[in-house]
């Protein structure tokens, strides 16, 4: 691990990473704040700068944002456009993720309307802002489970949540199902609703009481708001999630397979989850042929959605599906229509400090890195440049949740190496993660030597990690270094693993 | 109302009632206490002692029950009985509610294993324990909503919550609706998981993980125990919820009706909660035919929900159900099959300090009475000799929420009235009852002209409660005294308000 601050201006005290199950004491969720709705009262405000009037949203707070609707998602922006409208200063935007569409945001930092920014995964502009150091505090990214465990012990207080509702009805209860904007299970915005002191929903979709399937019930919300749209829902898939043809992709998604084919946990039962990656998209595609041929029922797989992991339940090669987002707008529909396709709070799905998250039922996870390195560290959160790229989402939830962790990757990225020595910025703790995958082959964390006999006796090669090490050096034509120096500017942000412990920081570049 | 004493031993300070809606400002949720599951770790146990070993349950604290088996539930005794095996005293035994089949309770009590009750109502033998002052202090009665509310509030705080469930699987994901002893949402015990230290599913159907749909969700579940029966469901349909042939009843079940159809509520939009009496069922067999005549189609009927209302939503005369309990099979089967038929919990369906609960959207309600008074006033709590008869239930709850309350009660029960000066206990205020229906016609509370106008001009004859009142006490053949002197012994019972204040107490009669 990286050198830690034990303090950090604009964070505080720095708890240092331990170890992936150091932290797993008794804990307590926090007190939050009710505002009793007596019989009588309307919760339908004209609109959002009429619901932040009776938010009661002051200089200084904290607001809280949901990403379901990816870069397609229309509230955040309109939502900060009818803040700046009311003259209000200095808040914290504590959204699930940040996506290229929020670049509008970048001015509200600029104007000094927003001075802080948390988030699991920060795409695109605000990136940039971030790196910069335009704001007044090092941005905090969690990981999903994490910002979950941060909003449920107080760490993370929200002053007023903000809910993207496809369909509300005009007493606040929610669905992500139905409406011109459906995109699914709203996960990520269950532990904001049970712990904001103001709940508003926004929807394009307003209908009479009693709107049902429930995502969110009434009890939860304090007001809503109509708009004239929340979003592009066909901006769902985005990101991350478009698949791949690429033939390294497709050799390494199937070597991942293998691996798990190999590993013993492919018996009827077996769980899984893949990221939303093209590799990982491939790998799933493989997974439901050998699942088929060798007739394993699945028990659930999980995460973020998508169209291939919902024709895996469909095909009957799992139970049941827990969804924190639908990926894909497959997803949505499979959702809308299969009770075996089930919701998950972010908390459910990842938390460390519940009585028990998804994440601790998983078999093999496949997930993607943008470096790791000899001890298995893996980094999602900044590219080879130092800039952030993204960040962990769940990433580092299911790797210390799962039996078998799989990281695949190419062995370079244009110029530069994936396989490094150090990597840039730890996302996830090398110990959770159990084995590797490239286009040149397999290794194992020295922590698994059960699983790399189980692969031996598969057929599948196990190179030690220096081997595969050298062969990103070699093809990216470099020596000497494995990557670029670290930055050594001032902290702009600080990465929390899932226990709430700082697990590495991301610097600017001096100037 | 009684004066009420400023202390009760065993109880504390009283808050007494002031009026239903004095107590409606912001409130805090309590923190809870979590204990984090790790990966790896199991939750099944094999079995109730095992269960009570690891919660660290210790002598004098408070263990939860819900009543969704009603006469039919196996756990409560079960667990007490390991409970007693365990060698624990002085315990508290918060029970949504206590029916007969819970008369083993009288013995631990004699047996100083358990030494305080509290329920929102109390059915049969351990209804004499109370009145017969053999707990260490008086019992707690409570509305289901002022439960909920209770529960969050941490007034009441739980150390171990069993949760009777008809299908868990071993991660402790529980389905409420599969299953031998399949009965519904688990409504009443939502509250309790979210706020007890520790939560213990107790099952007679494990199933593989996952168990779909979960009434409620792994992350809210500490053990998992395997027993050979948690209880008959054919008991769902006990005590009350019995259908009825009685002209009289019929009469005044017509004459609600008509009530309700002549208030101008009885509009597209329509919403309904009828209790399970016999008047009550047949009101909603007469509701029905006049919404099918009238072609009304209602927006939702709720609360512990029945046959005969499953059969207004499949004659699609409501858009949805919300339901906290079934009272009989065919109310299990419906939510089994139809997605309009949705679970509430309990803080959603009654609790006055959260964002709005679905008593508030009621239009008409119909309730039943053991007394009531000329100011109005509603007793469910007592009989005409003092003893304790059942509570509140959410009979409080929803006379608050609805924009009609109809109390319906036949005159006289035996030789006693039931319109009497002053109820021998006051379980709901009469400033949230709207309209008596009798028998012999109809009283409107003096607050209601503009109902009294309405019903006129539908041509119901409205008579002043006090005339109602003679002819009740005429029947009954009693004079001078319309009721039985209050019991003067000490306080066995507190019944509180759905708003935490005391509105009034049941006391023994001294020797």
């Known amino acids: 691990m990286a050198e830690l601050p034990s ?12 170890s992936a199950f150091a932290n797993l004491e008794a804990v307590r969720r926090t007190a939050s704040r009710i505002r009793s709705v007596p019989p009588g009262q309307q919760k339908v405000l004209p ?11 002051r200089n200084g707070g904290t607001i809280s944002f949901h990403h379901h609707l990816r ?4 509230v955040l922006n309109a939502v900060m456009e009818a803040i700046a409208s009311r003259g ?11 996506f290229p569409v929020h670049a509008p945001l970048v001015q509200h930092i600029e104007a000094g309307i927003v001075s802080r920014i948390c988030a699991s995964t920060i795409y695109g502009p605000v990136a940039h802002s971030v790196m910069a150091a335009r704001l007044a505090a090092p941005a905090l990214m969690y990981t999903h489970g994490g910002r979950a465990r941060c909003l449920e012990s107080g760490e993370l207080h929200i002053d007023v949540a903000f809910v993207g509702a496809p ?55 304090d007001f809503v ?28 998604a ?48 999980s995460g973020g959605i998508t169209g291939s992991i919902v024709e895996m339940l469909d095909a009957g090669l799992f139970r049941a599906l827990f969804d924190v987002q639908c990926l894909d707008l497959a997803a949505v529909d499979s959702y809308r229509r299969n009770e075996a396709h089930q919701a998950m709070s972010a908390s459910m799905y990842a938390n460390p400090h519940n009585r028990g998250c998804v994440a601790n039922q998983l078999d093999a996870v496949i997930l993607g890195a943008a470096e790791i390195d000899c001890d298995f560290n893996v980094n999602v959160t900044t590219a080879a440049d130092g800039s952030i790229l993204g960040g962990s989402g769940g990433h580092a939830d299911i790797a210390a949740g799962a039996k078998l962790a799989i990281i695949t990757t190419r062995l ?29 082959g397999v290794a194992v964390n020295p922590r698994r030597s059960d699983l790399a006999d189980r692969l031996r006796a598969g057929g599948i090669g196990v190179r030690p990690i220096g081997e595969l090490l050298e062969r990103s050096v070699q093809i990216a034509g470099e020596s000497g270094s494995t990557s670029l120096s670290r930055p050594d500017g001032p902290v702009v942000a600080v990465v929390e693993y899932r226990d709430g412990t700082v697990i590495d920081v991301v610097r600017s570049r001096t100037a």
């Open 7 to 18: 303090h950090i201006d604009g964070y505080g005290d720095v708890r240092p990473f331990a």
């Open 47 to 57: 609109d959002l700068a009429a619901a932040i009037d009776a938010s009661g949203l």
């Open 254 to 301: 199937s070597l991942a397979t293998r691996v798990i084919e190999s590993s013993g946990l492919l018996v009827d039962g077996f769980s899984f989850q893949a990221g939303a990656g093209g590799a990982s998209l491939a790998a799933s595609a493989y997974l439901k042929q050998i699942m088929m041929t060798r007739r394993v029922q699945g028990s659930f797989a």
């Open 412 to 440: 370079t990225a244009g110029k530069f190496p994936k396989i490094v020595e150090r990597v840039g910025t730890v996302t996830t703790p090398g110990e959770t993660v159990d084995a590797l995958v490239t286009e040149e």
């Open 88 to 98: 209000l200063r200095d808040l914290r935007v504590a959204a699930s993720a940040l």
């Open 71 to 74: 870069n397609g998602d229309g």
């Open 167 to 221: 369909t509300a009805d005009t007493y606040g209860n929610v669905s992500g199902v139905n409406g011109r904007a459906a995109c699914g299970p709203l996960g990520y915005a269950i532990a904001d609703v049970q712990c904001a002191d103001c709940v508003i929903a926004v929807t394009d979709n307003l209908v009479p009481y009693p709107a049902f399937p429930s995502d969110i019930t009434q009890d939860y919300v």
């Open 225 to 252: 708001v109509p708009v004239p749209s929340i979003g592009d829902p066909t901006q769902i898939v985005s990101g991350t999630t478009r698949p791949t043809s690429d033939p390294d992709a497709l050799r390494i």
